[in-house]
């Protein structure tokens, strides 16, 4: 059964850090795009971040770049999105999907930070 | 990376069909035939429903199809069931690497 399951979300002040992660198994991990997508409570999806299947390449939404970096472990079948300077409006339920490069075809549960003082 | 647009709501009764449209601009679902349909159960994961404009996922009822003309995508599901009640999202790869959602259409079987 192919799964994904996020973790490391949380609560944290405005300006800090969080890493999440996204545990995937019931598919060859290495071999497809993964993406981090989001959404705002009340509010709807919103694209984060993509990496290719071997991590040489990544993409962002304007509003994360520079202060998030997707990352990958093919070797435990684990992707990362390491979150600095977080905002306010960066509070919601984070996503992993795996997919092609422009397609989301399996999602996780999902884990929710929080960003507030 | 302007989010594409979608009604806030939709309803139908048992069996009618409802089309839900998403529309974009000539940058993203009028330039690529890369647009998708998620159907989503708050609390749970959402679900891919079509991909590249018009095709569909195995598992996924033929009742649900996908069309494009010009700068619009659109979603129909005929024979509506009260199970396809739910939020759809459409998406599409708006260039230089990017992809944007729609703000998302609320379905309410009636």
């Known amino acids: 059964e192919v799964q994904q399951v996020e973790s490391g979300g949380g609560l944290v002040q405005p300006g800090g850090s969080l890493r999440l992660s996204c545990a995937a198994s019931?598919?060859?991990?290495?071999?497809?795009?993964m993406h981090w997508v989001r959404q705002t409570p009340g509010k709807g999806l919103v694209w984060v971040s993509s990496?290719?299947?071997?991590?040489?390449?990544?993409r962002y939404a304007d509003s994360v770049k520079g202060r998030f970096t997707i990352s990958r472990d093919n070797a435990k079948n684990t992707l990362y999105l390491q979150m600095n300077s977080l905002r306010a409006e960066d509070t919601a339920v984070y996503f992993c999907a795996r997919g092609g490069s422009v397609v989301f075809q399996d999602w996780g549960q999902g884990t929710l930070v929080t960003v507030s003082s | 990376q302007s989010a594409l647009t979608q009604p806030r709501s939709v309803s139908g009764s048992p069996g009618q069909s409802v089309t839900f449209s998403c529309t974009g601009s000539s940058s993203d679902v009028g330039n690529y035939n890369y647009v998708s349909w998620y159907q989503h159960h708050p609390g749970k994961a959402p679900k891919l429903m079509i991909y590249?404009?018009?095709e569909r996922p195995s598992g996924v009822p033929d009742r649900f199809s996908g069309s494009k003309s010009g700068n619009t995508a659109s979603l129909t599901i005929s024979g509506l069931q009260a199970e396809d009640e739910a939020d759809y999202y459409c998406?599409?790869?708006?260039?230089?690497?990017?992809?944007?959602f729609g703000g998302g259409t609320t379905l309410t079987v009636l």
């Open positions: 590249d404009v018009s």
């Open positions: 990496i290719n299947s071997d991590g040489r390449s990544t």
């Open positions: 019931g598919f060859t991990f290495s071999t497809y795009w």
């Open positions: 998406c599409s790869y708006a260039g230089s690497y990017t992809l944007v």
